[in-house]
């Protein structure tokens, strides 16, 4: 078969599976618009000039420094021929490239207070800026958000979403539709009490802002022992996903704070009405008005450190003949859920990794079958609970092909000790009230693995081993390819029915976030930033100490093309 | 001269006594002698552990293991000989912000520092 056969095969199948499985919006076409690639957070491009057949012949094109040394965590967006990165520490800068050989547009260097660093929990990390119409919208670890002139750089507008100096921070690019600019924030382990804001793309303005737990005399707030809903986390510190044809917004939430339960609810697996809501939850909101239309709590009254805040990817899947809209997660606690995204119904919750704080998850109730060993509790500790608090996954993105309607998940395979613990809560400092040790490796002699998920069989396809946590998150595309980094500097291009190794190319420092691809001038392109994580492996003591040797720190964009 | 023998030098039991009784009385006195009341004391070490695993892991690492050298609180002593209780008491007390330290001098008591130190003591790297 030529080339051209080749990939006009591929396109016609592809069109056809995207039809089948899939709305037509959750695709990025030849850029990469957003974040997750598409409102959807697919992270799956239907671009296929590179395919299994040529992915060897992938050859650096151009690579630009960053500038900074914290761990990199932006996707690089692309529209039209720019390219929009930002680095970390701040972000230190924010840089628009020529996607097609690196040259610097511009250069923005916000103005940040020298003291953010000490109320941010877990690394100076940025994950990236969003496009909308001639603006590019940053927001930084001083919790501003400000909005740039795209062609320009020039700061059009800045606003302070909630106060840094008591533990907000803000890591993650924003949601951008209709005229609307809507982020969430971090602090969790901070004592802070969870909320998404929208924002006037012109102008600034609020437009509204909801929080994510209730407060005194409103529904729900009653799921609270006393006044612990004011420093109760349920923060927002990762992406959100969007329906436009539903208008409804799709955001999780944080762990409950502080991590050590006894102060919110009853400290043990019988937690009555002390769900802590909306903590741990999947939440989807209108878009216009940002009311809460329905809520889907993950882990009830957790005291794992089990953030629900993992990226939803939507996709229709077919369920038993039906077309389903369906709101796919690979939470933190080890569960992987596909929810009816029009109304937030359980529709399956299997676990992807090895899980032994529950037995399940009742689909009656949606509630997760405790093991009470494995609950930690005030002085009592819960020894060797799987997965441990980075999560069966953490924030490093999945994707879902729509060509083999497979889910590419970057799991974690880590187990801890925990015990609630008493503290008293600070302003701005850590409020965890917890002790733990998460220097536990699992069975089986590898620390992550990239599963190739069927989301619809609810079972493992394939998997690759890897020696070190904190692999990178994914991409996969139309050339048959899935693409992923670890914190050696290895990135890889995977074949993503079999799971087989077809290209490495090792970038010098580790890889956390998932490549881009894009297409200018008939030519596809792959884009990856790397910088190897620097905070996070402090909670693994030894392992944490391997993954600091596995590649020195750096902040690297590089791109790659087809030789010719 | 050993890291501990220049420090029981400083932490004769006078100082210790100061210390517990007066724990301002150093901070105001920057010339004074800044010494471990705990030194020597293997009862605190475990509560000592417990209490760096609970404020300080998430950024030092569990039981002190930690490959970012900045951060890595078993290098004080080679770090910094016999002035390592005098750093860490001004690192802990007034925080280094821009580098990310918090500042632990109004959310942990000095007794509470001193026996962080006391585990740390019990985890340094040999010359």
């Not at chain 1, 709590?297 to 389903?324: C, K, S």
Request: charged share 20%; hydrophobic share 40%.
């Amino acid at each position: 078969m030529t080339h051209v056969q080749r990939t006009l095969a591929a396109s016609v199948l592809s069109a056809a599976l995207i039809l089948a499985a899939s709305s037509a919006w959750a695709q990025s076409g030849s850029g990469w618009l957003m974040y997750g690639g598409d409102y959807a957070n697919t992270r799956y491009s239907s671009l296929n000039q590179i395919d299994t057949s040529n992915v060897g012949r992938l050859r650096v094109a151009w690579m630009r420094s960053l500038g900074t040394l914290e761990s990199q965590e932006a996707t690089p967006i692309v529209v039209g021929d720019m390219m929009y990165v930002s680095t970390s520490t701040g972000p230190r800068y924010v840089f628009a490239f020529n996607a097609k050989d690196g040259a610097v547009k511009w250069k923005y260097e916000p103005e940040l207070p020298t003291d953010f660093a000490a109320t941010v929990c877990c690394g100076l990390d940025s994950r990236g800026v969003a496009y909308a119409n001639g603006k590019v919208f940053v927001t930084r670890l001083d919790a501003k958000m400000v909005a740039l002139d795209a062609n320009t750089g020039k700061e059009l507008w800045s606003v302070t979403v909630v106060d840094y100096k008591v533990g907000h921070a803000i890591t993650s690019p924003p949601v951008v539709y209709k005229n609307l600019v809507v982020t969430g924030y971090a602090g969790g382990e901070y004592g802070v009490r969870g909320a998404v804001q929208a924002y006037n793309q012109n102008t600034g303005e609020l437009v509204w802002k909801t929080y994510t737990i209730p407060a005194a005399g409103e529904p729900g707030n009653d799921t609270w022992k006393g006044d612990a809903w004011k420093t109760g986390g349920g923060s927002t510190w990762y992406v959100g996903s969007y329906d436009p044809t539903l208008n409804l917004l799709y955001w999780g939430t944080s762990n409950a704070g502080p991590w050590g339960g006894h102060t919110r609810s009853t400290d043990s697996s019988q937690y009555g009405q002390y769900t802590n809501l909306h903590t741990a939850s999947q939440l989807a909101f209108d878009g216009d008005t940002g009311k809460l239309v329905w809520a889907y709590q993950m882990t009830p009254a957790d005291v794992w450190d089990y953030d629900a805040v993992n990226e939803a990817v939507l996709a229709d899947l077919n369920l038993g003949g039906q077309t389903t809209p369906a709101l796919m997660k690979a939470d933190r606690n080890g569960f992987f859920y596909v929810l009816n995204r029009q109304n937030g119904r359980l529709l399956s919750a299997e676990p992807f990794v090895h899980v032994n704080w529950a037995k399940g998850i009742d689909t009656a109730t949606g509630r997760p079958v405790e093991d009470p060993e494995k609950r930690p509790q005030l002085d009592r500790w819960a020894r060797n609970v799987c997965p441990n608090l980075f999560g069966g996954k953490n924030w490093e993105p999945m994707s879902y092909s729509q060509q083999t309607g497979l889910v590419y998940i970057p799991t974690f395979n880590l187990c801890m000790d925990i015990a609630g613990k008493n503290e008293a809560y600070n302003p701005g400092k850590f409020y965890l009230a917890s002790e733990f040790d998460l220097d536990k490796a699992d069975s089986g002699g590898f620390l992550s693995e990239l599963k190739a998920w069927d989301p619809v069989k609810r079972a493992a396809v394939w998997g690759i081993k890897e020696d070190l946590p904190f692999m990178g998150g994914v991409m996969s595309t139309a050339g048959g390819l899935v693409f992923y980094g670890n914190q050696r500097g290895e990135l890889k291009a995977v074949d993503a029915k079999t799971g087989r190794v077809l290209w490495t190319f090792n970038v010098g420092t580790g890889i956390l976030q998932s490549p881009t691809t894009y297409m200018i001038d008939g030519r596809q392109y792959v884009a990856v930033v790397a910088g190897r994580v620097k905070g996070p492996p402090s909670f693994l003591g030894k392992i944490g100490q391997k993954v600091i040797d596995a590649s020195p720190e750096g902040g690297l964009v590089v791109v790659f093309e087809l030789a010719n | 001269m050993s890291w501990r023998r220049a420090l029981s030098l400083h932490a004769g039991a006078l100082a210790a006594v100061l210390c517990l009784a007066a724990p301002t009385a150093d901070a105001q006195n920057p010339a004074g002698p800044i010494a471990n009341p705990f030194e020597g004391r293997a009862d605190v070490i475990d509560e000592g552990r417990s209490l760096f695993n609970q404020y300080c892991a998430h950024c030092h690492g569990t039981n002190a293991h930690q490959g970012e050298r900045p951060r890595d609180l078993r290098r004080l002593k080679l770090r910094y000989g016999s002035q390592a209780p005098r750093i860490f008491y001004e690192a802990v007390s007034n925080g280094r912000l821009e580098k990310g330290m918090p500042v632990w001098k109004s959310v942990l008591g000095e007794d509470m520092l001193w026996r962080i130190f006391t585990f740390l003591e019990t985890v340094q790297t040999p010359p």
